[in-house]
Nanobody, 119 residues
Framework: QVQLVESGGGLVQAGGSLRLSCEAS???????VGWFRQAPGKERAFVAV???????GYSDSVKGRFTISRDNAKNTFYLQMNSLKPEDTAIYYC??????????????WGQGTQVTVSS
């Protein structure tokens, strides 16, 4: 069982930046990791993924503005968010799933961290 703890959310003005961190209680080697978000009144949506083999992917809404990275030595992964927009306001969840388990339903989830972007 892997526990994920997020940090780094907060309030920022439009155009600003934030970096979210997600620290795992165990190794993330051979795990796919990533981020989802849930805006008020909307379903949880995919944001970014960092596959166990090093490939990354982003939703169209954040591509070019957000960057996912990971440090396996620290059991931690990150989401650097630049050029933030009010529509990025949401609760952000980190997630991880072991190799062989589908990313569509990650096995492990963080508790969520609020990101609010003011206009």
């Amino acid at each position: 069982q892997v526990q994920l703890v997020e940090s780094g959310g907060g309030l920022v003005q439009a155009g600003g930046s934030l970096r979210l961190s997600c620290e795992a209680s165990g190794t993330l080697i051979r795990h796919t990791v990533g981020w989802f978000r849930q805006a008020p009144g909307k379903e949880r949506a995919f944001v970014a993924v960092f596959l166990w083999n090093g490939a990354t992917g982003y939703s169209d809404s954040v591509k070019g503005r957000f960057t996912i990275s990971r440090d396996n030595a620290k059991n931690t992964f990150y989401l650097q968010m630049n050029s933030l927009k009010p529509e990025d306001t949401a609760i952000y969840y980190c997630a991880a799933t072991p190799l062989g388990s589908g990313w569509s339903d990650p096995r492990y989830w963080g508790q969520g961290t609020q990101v609010t972007v003011s206009s």
